[in-house]
């Protein structure tokens, strides 16, 4: 054997050797001084799959590996070797029959009695498995790698399609760019286009808009029944009968696709797997792509219940704004407190009526811009409506800015939170100072009519007493002209008499029209 011939030994020894090159579970070959195979044991034979050891022999041992990259290794190990160091590459190489494998080789020089250098001893080891390994730990590195960083690019405000970008070409990566991968997005009863940057935009434009439902392609029929769908052969399945022609032009022969649901179960969109040739997903592609929807949804759930929050947002700026509006036209003071009734929020309103600085105005400093003989009931009446929980209703005088007191109508209600507790309070001050003159004005006039209607009452009760006092008079002559018959010495005093009372009376009437024409 080469062993003996290279190492000359006492037969023991050379039978030891090949025991143990025999008894060896890797793949070892015996390799001449330019590197050419003239051995290997049995086990290696079973490991590379080779029936004829004698039609590999004698070959350069570099020819039986695929790639430039790997033949390089080789005659960089070998050189290692003839340098008496060892050598040691891992690389790919499939079996004579064709089953993939990767190898992790270590050359080793062989030396003869006389020191010189004979040939080489290659020991393979099958490392596919843990190669495989290592690749799915790689690919599940990939994938937790890519749910982070899409979280993060979505929390931070990136656009839809470059979080979802992430995740299809994360899905891509982890297949070694074997299937091409879309998003699709749910849309009143409709998919549109989320991300696909590997399938052909022409493509994307055809299907941008599909109708879903139960035989509407891969996707479609997904988002319609809310469960998996897998077509392994687009040519011949029913379900791509309306779209069969359009994938196929593009190169697309299976597509398996999977709902993006809500937590509540909500289809927000699809995520489809494409390949160029015909495929069933194996379980450990299923595994991986759920993860990445899982993302997806995640990703999906977040924008849509960010939209809410920026619609709602924009609704209260709107009414914000509105109330604002309303407030500056009706001239108002409003104001804000906390649950407990003290001020903390700015109010410009204020401080422009009062003159008052926000220092000045915050917790219960507007207190000092009140008058002094309303503060007391003022702030008693707050206390009491912030204990009850109640409207806070009252008047009071304030300070204004140009050193007058002016009357404000104040109204104070509680917002609640959703336990019932209050929240704050909201207020607003009116100026009524305009009101309050005129209901003092009201008030003179009304006491001067008083007064007016007084003395007119007691004019009137002296007019009909001294009206009155004359007829008694006149009424009594009548009586004595009628009994005194033809005596005319009493009818003349009489006369007189009665002359005298009726020129009293006209002349108190004649008092009354002046009064009258005066009044």
Request: proline content about 4%.
């Amino acid at each position: 054997s080469f062993m003996n011939s290279a190492v000359p030994a006492s037969s023991a020894v050379a039978l030891t050797a090949d025991l143990l090159f025999e008894s060896s579970p890797d793949c070892a070959k015996l390799l001449d001084l330019q590197g050419n195979l003239l051995s290997m044991n049995r086990n290696g034979q079973s490991l590379m799959d080779v029936d004829d050891l004698s039609e590999i022999c004698g070959l350069p041992w570099v020819s039986l590996w695929p790639g430039e990259a790997a033949r390089q290794q080789i005659e960089s190990a070998l050189e290692q070797a003839r340098q008496g160091q060892l050598g040691h590459f891992t690389a790919f190489c499939p079996t004579a029959k064709g089953v993939p494998k990767f190898w992790d080789v270590r050359v080793t020089p062989i030396h003869g009695a006389d020191g010189q250098l004979k040939g080489f001893l290659s020991v393979s080891r099958d490392i596919t498995a843990l190669q495989e390994l290592l690749r799915a730990r790689e690919r599940d590195g990939i994938l937790a790698g890519t749910q982070k960083i899409a979280m993060e690019q979505a929390v931070s405000g990136a656009s839809l399609e470059q979080v979802l970008g992430t995740v299809v070409r994360a899905a891509e990566a982890y297949s070694e760019e074997a299937m091409l991968v879309s998003v699709l997005l749910a849309q009143d009863g409709h998919l549109r286009h989320g991300a696909a940057p590997s399938l052909p935009q022409a493509y994307n434009a055809a299907i941008d808009g599909m109708a879903t439902g139960p035989n509407a392609g891969s996707c479609g029929t997904a988002a319609h029944l809310n469960q998996e769908v897998v077509v392994s052969d687009i040519a011949t399945d029913p379900l791509w009968q309306d779209y069969k022609e359009l994938a196929l032009s593009h190169g697309l022969r299976s597509c398996w696709s999977q709902p993006i649901r809500s937590p509540g179960g909500v289809v927000l969109g699809t995520l489809a797997c494409y390949r160029r040739e015909v495929h069933v997903p194996t379980p450990a592609e299923k595994e991986a792509v759920a993860l990445l929807v899982n993302t997806a949804a995640l990703i999906l759930d977040h924008r849509r219940e960010s939209d809410a929050r920026q619609i709602t947002q924009e609704a209260l700026l709107r009414n914000e704004q509105r109330f604002r509006s309303f407030v500056t036209a009706t001239s108002q003071i409003t104001w804000t407190a906390d649950a407990q009734g003290n001020v903390i929020e700015d109010s410009p309103s204020w401080r422009a009526f009062t003159g008052q600085t926000y220092e000045q105005w915050i917790q219960t400093g507007w207190l000092q811009a009140l008058h002094p003989d309303d503060r007391q009931a003022t702030f008693a009446t707050w206390q009491a409506s912030v204990e009850a929980g109640g409207i806070f209703e009252t008047e009071y005088r304030i300070l204004h800015a140009d050193g007058d007191y002016r009357w404000t109508a104040v109204r104070g209600v509680p917002v609640l939170a959703q336990d019932g507790s209050v929240r704050e309070w909201v207020g607003a001050n009116t100026d009524i100072t305009e009101r309050k003159q005129a209901e003092e004005e009201l008030r003179l006039l009304a006491a001067r009519l008083s007064e007016a209607d007084h003395r007119k009452t007691e004019f009137l009760a002296t007019l009909a007493h001294e009206l009155r006092n004359p007829l008694a008079p006149l009424r009594n002559g009548l009586e004595v002209l009628r009994l005194a018959g033809n005596n005319p010495e009493t009818a003349a005093k009489v006369r007189d008499m009665m002359q005298r009372q009726l020129s009293h009376m006209v002349h108190l009437v004649d008092d009354l029209l002046d009064v009258a024409r005066i009044n």
